[in-house]
Antibody
Framework: QVQLLQSGAEVKKPGSSVKVSCKASEGTLSTFGLSWVRQSPGQGPEWVGAIIPVLGTKDYAQKFQDRVTFTADESMTTIFLEMKGLTHDDTATYYC???????????WGQGTLVTVSS | ETVLTQSPATLAASPGGSVTLSCRAGQSVSTHLAWYHQKPGQAPRLLVYGASTRATGIPDRFSGSGSGTEFTLTISSLQSEDFGVYLCQQYFDWYSFGQGTKLEIK
């Protein structure tokens, strides 16, 4: 089955922005409902939001809707999460994951560690 | 947001034994609940969805049950690869996750 391949680790300063990518190992992501989930060290995962590239629909968790933007490239093989106004609390591993119609997320990307440090 | 509370936070068990993990929802999520297993440095792996349906390739040692607000995951004949963190997730009201139960080797 398709795998989700994410971009590498990032180190950012407080107040800056970060952009994380998630690419399909084969084919496109166009018909997938893809979620972004983050997990701070030692914590449970937190849903950031979701995008369906072929429909152009984007849903953001209320906590993030002012700071996060989801996009997809024209080929719909890669999606992106951009988060601005980073603080130390945004230090986390960010995952993309496919939402299955039957329920649950599978597969997941390998995760991208974003460290916010002054 | 629907809050999921998992218990216990940590659990120690012996290989060959069995354990039951709990996930309680702050409001009814019907059977829109999934369970995951996560090992250090890895993404969560889907075990169960629809509260009780095993995902592809998951052995029948894993058994999920419950509906509404109370859910359990039972793991029998524990093997070394079963240790790690177990997470529950609801997908009735958008998405939310529990804080996890860490299963350790006794």
């Amino acid at each position: 089955q398709v795998q989700l391949l994410q971009s590498g680790a990032e180190v950012k300063k407080p107040g800056s922005s970060v952009k994380v990518s998630c690419k399909a190992s084969e084919g496109t992501l166009s018909t997938f409902g893809l979620s972004w989930v983050r997990q701070s060290p030692g914590q449970g995962p937190e849903w950031v939001g979701a995008i369906i590239p072929v429909l152009g629909t984007k849903d953001y968790a209320q906590k993030f809707q002012d700071r996060v933007t989801f996009t997809a490239d024209e080929s719909m093989t890669t999606i992106f999460l951009e988060m601005k106004g980073l603080t130390h609390d945004d230090t986390a591993t960010y995952y993309c994951a496919r939402g299955r119609p039957q329920g649950g997320f599978d597969p997941w990307g390998q995760g991208t560690l974003v460290t916010v440090s002054s | 947001e629907t809050v999921l509370t998992q218990s216990p936070a940590t659990l120690a068990a012996s290989p060959g034994g069995s354990v039951t993990l709990s996930c309680r929802a702050g409001q009814s999520v019907s059977t829109h609940l999934a369970w995951y297993h996560q090992k250090p440095g890895q993404a969560p792996r889907l075990l169960v969805y629809g509260a009780s349906t095993r995902a592809t390739g998951i052995p029948d040692r894993f058994s999920g049950s419950g509906s509404g607000t109370e859910f359990t995951l039972t793991i029998s004949s524990l093997q070394s690869e079963d240790f790690g963190v177990y997470l529950c997730q609801q997908y009735f009201d958008w998405y939310s996750f529990g804080q996890g139960t860490k299963l350790e080797i006794k």
